[in-house]
């Protein structure tokens, strides 16, 4: 499994924890087992047959993917398979993936010097979609586009595998149970280092994606660094807006019983006297608009 997971070093330039996922299948050889775990039964494919191809751009409203690749046979691509990481839940999965779907078909064409516009059927390699889920909400273990959007009655489909359950025999089940592990550290300490060192240690014990850590180790914990970074910054974002609206609430809710009083002809210091307030609270409060 060394060699299957063996690798160039890279700089680590990560935002999210799906960046271990983009990191470990930037390596063919383990783009190839990915794809043998998935069709046992091809016995024909080897590394040489797997062409990378995931969609990347620097350009930031440009759609890129997770991972992408082609599987040729004879020299042509015969599969394309394309992969999402995914940790929080979106009922668009389908529409990202059909994005994703006829983005890599029109950059197939062009490398292959084919065109739509031709009086001769285009080949396409066969697609195959997968969503690796590692979050805890139910999903099936396939959706489709079709029904999502159009209670099945529309002339197109698109169907996506989702793949959700920890395996340590697989590559992408060992990724779904790093990412579990992460989570449950994540929640049980505040502290960076801890969480980052626990994470590690427990994958390496267990054997979930033992070697890529032991050989990326300062690389992956630079990711999940990032990672918690963000994490605790959404955490503190989020409680700040939820604090705000909930003051918003209170004031709002103050707001129309002070101008209730005020239109039922109490000046400032009788409203001020019966709430127990400042008067220029009060003044703040009839200031407010409370027609919204």
């Not at 060992?174 to 579990?180: D, E, H, P």
């Not at 960076?192 to 060192?197: F, G, L, R, V």
Request: hydrophobic share 35%; glycine share 4%; with cysteine.
């Amino acid at each position: 499994m060394s060699e299957i997971l063996s690798e160039d070093n890279r700089t680590a330039n990560a935002k999210t924890k799906d960046s271990v996922f983009t990191t470990l299948f930037k390596d063919v050889n383990n783009v190839y087992r990915l794809y043998k775990e998935l069709h046992a039964e091809d016995t024909t494919t080897t590394v040489d047959d797997i062409e990378i191809d995931t969609l990347e751009t620097i350009l930031i409203n440009d759609i890129r993917n997770d991972l992408g690749f082609l599987v040729n046979n004879n020299g042509k691509a015969e599969y394309i398979l394309l992969m999402e990481a995914q940790t929080k839940w979106t009922k668009n999965m389908t529409l990202r993936i059909l994005f994703y779907l006829v983005e890599s078909y029109r950059r197939y064409l062009i490398k292959t010097k084919q065109s739509e516009h031709s009086s001769s059927k285009v080949h396409l390699p066969k697609p195959e979609l997968y969503v690796v889920y590692t979050g805890t909400e139910k999903i099936s273990d396939k959706i489709s586009f079709n029904d999502t959007y159009f209670d099945g009655t529309a002339p197109i489909d698109v169907i996506v595998n989702v793949l959700r359950m920890p395996d340590k025999d697989t590559l992408y089940g060992q990724y779904i149970a790093f990412s579990k592990v992460y989570d449950g550290q994540r929640k049980l300490h505040k502290n960076k280092i801890e969480c980052i060192s626990n994470t590690l240690d427990i994958c390496i014990k267990e054997g979930y994606l033992r070697e890529f850590f032991e050989q990326h180790r300062q690389e992956v914990v630079t990711m999940l660094s990032t990672l918690f970074d963000e994490q605790a910054q959404r955490e503190q974002y989020d409680i700040a807006v939820k604090e705000e609206s909930k003051a918003e609430g209170i004031d709002l809710g103050m707001a129309k019983m002070v101008r209730k009083l005020y239109e039922l002809g109490k000046n400032t210091m009788q409203i001020a006297n019966t709430f127990e307030m400042p008067e220029t609270e009060v003044e703040r409060l009839l200031a407010i608009d409370v027609s919204i």
